[in-house]
């Protein structure tokens, strides 16, 4: 059976987003916080898409400006539910953030001609069982400001599969090389709106906070970059989004084996943590089987 070819696109991103967080937080551990993060990291994403103008693309419909900025603004309202979902409870917040993959599919049969073939379906829910075992906490956790943090992660959720939808639906008339460089110059440009929130002005970042900072911030900006474009050149939503999800299976191997060089402690788990993000890496890997060779 032939691989599709276009979901390496969406794999290598998978694993470009876990290298990236691993800088991003190594980073965050010179107080550059959460939103002169996010701001960094989308200049980042404006100036990478930038260059995707060259290909060219049909004439841009006068009336259909707001399409991108439309899919822009979107993409940072994700990023700000969250941040402020997870400023309560991580362990609530990323099995809700899951739900991504079967709003993702359930947007598509809604928006898109194309229907979503039903083994996509159930693995969209392989993947979100998956990524709730994936993250599960450890004993003893308390959890805090559970229903605003469910109610932040699933605004988020909503937001990014959006996004993802609208970008198969819009950017095939405008072309990628209009349509995605003006989508993430929108979301640079909207980001501006994040510097009130900024604990400090962006010169007042530790000079050795950068090497961390800002490699992670261009990979998240490449691994973006090459989930749109598989969305705005070969569609595919959900099945994209069932193989990005394998970003949490790469996450926990990445922290078990290189977690150490990046100040990363969460190599030492209990027995029955370890049990659940072994029965979460065999969903993923059936979820991507059934998307990948179904």
Same mark, same amino acid.
């Given at each position: 059976?032939?691989?599709?070819?276009?979901?390496?696109?969406?794999?290598?991103?998978?694993?470009?987003?876990?290298?990236?967080?691993?800088?991003?937080?190594?980073?965050?551990?010179?107080?550059?916080?959460?939103?002169?993060?996010?701001?960094?990291?989308?200049?980042?994403?404006?100036?990478?898409?930038?260059?995707?103008?060259?290909?060219?693309?049909?004439?841009?419909?006068?009336?259909?400006?707001?399409?991108? &900025? +439309?899919?822009?603004?979107?993409?940072? *309202?994700?990023? =700000?539910?969250? #941040? !402020?979902? %997870?400023?309560?409870?991580?362990?609530?917040?990323?099995?809700?953030?899951?739900?991504?993959?079967?709003?993702?599919?359930?947007?598509?049969?809604?928006?898109?001609?194309?229907?979503?073939?039903?083994?996509?379906?159930?693995?969209?829910?392989?993947?979100?069982?998956?990524?709730?075992?994936?993250?599960?906490?450890?004993?003893?956790?308390?959890?805090?400001?559970?229903?605003?943090?469910?109610?932040?992660?699933?605004?988020?959720?909503?937001?990014?599969?959006?996004?993802? &939808? +609208?970008?198969?639906?819009?950017?095939? *008339?405008?072309? =990628?090389?209009? #349509? !995605?460089? %003006?989508?993430?110059?929108?979301?640079?440009?909207?980001?501006?709106?994040?510097?009130?929130?900024?604990?400090?002005?962006?010169?007042?970042?530790?000079?050795?906070?950068?090497?961390?900072?800002?490699?992670?911030?261009?990979?998240?900006?490449?691994?973006?970059?090459?989930?749109?474009?598989?969305?705005?050149?070969?569609?595919?939503?959900?099945?994209?989004?069932?193989?990005?999800?394998?970003?949490?299976?790469?996450?926990?191997?990445?922290?078990?084996?290189?977690?150490?060089?990046?100040?990363?402690?969460?190599?030492?788990?209990?027995?029955?943590?370890?049990?659940?993000? %072994?029965?979460?890496?065999?969903?993923?890997?059936?979820?991507?089987?059934?998307?990948?060779?179904?």
């Amino acid at each position: 059976m032939t691989f599709p070819a276009h979901l390496l696109f969406p794999l290598s991103s998978s694993v470009g987003y876990v290298l990236a967080v691993l800088l991003v937080k190594r980073s965050a551990s010179y107080g550059v916080g959460l939103w002169r993060t996010t701001f960094v990291a989308n200049l980042a994403m404006g100036i990478c898409f930038s260059p995707l103008w060259l290909l060219g693309g049909p004439p841009i419909p006068a009336g259909l400006w707001w399409q991108p &900025v +439309l899919a822009g603004g979107l993409f940072f *309202a994700g990023q =700000v539910a969250t #941040f !402020l979902a %997870l400023e309560g409870d991580v362990s609530v917040a990323t099995p809700v953030l899951g739900l991504k993959i079967l709003l993702v599919a359930l947007l598509s049969a809604m928006l898109l001609q194309d229907p979503v073939p039903l083994k996509w379906w159930v693995a969209a829910c392989l993947s979100t069982g998956a990524i709730v075992l994936l993250n599960s906490g450890g004993r003893g956790m308390v959890h805090r400001r559970v229903g605003a943090t469910i109610l932040w992660a699933a605004l988020a959720a909503c937001a990014y599969a959006l996004t993802d &939808v +609208l970008v198969q639906k819009w950017a095939p *008339a405008w072309g =990628v090389g209009r #349509f !995605l460089p %003006l989508m993430f110059g929108s979301l640079a440009l909207i980001s501006f709106a994040l510097i009130p929130r900024f604990q400090a002005p962006l010169r007042s970042i530790p000079r050795a906070a950068w090497p961390w900072l800002l490699p992670g911030a261009v990979i998240l900006a490449l691994q973006a970059a090459s989930m749109t474009y598989a969305l705005g050149v070969y569609g595919d939503a959900t099945a994209v989004n069932i193989v990005y999800a394998s970003r949490g299976l790469w996450s926990v191997a990445a922290v078990w084996l290189v977690g150490h060089w990046f100040g990363n402690e969460e190599q030492t788990l209990p027995s029955h943590l370890l049990r659940n993000r %072994l029965g979460g890496a065999a969903l993923m890997l059936a979820a991507i089987g059934l998307v990948v060779f179904g």
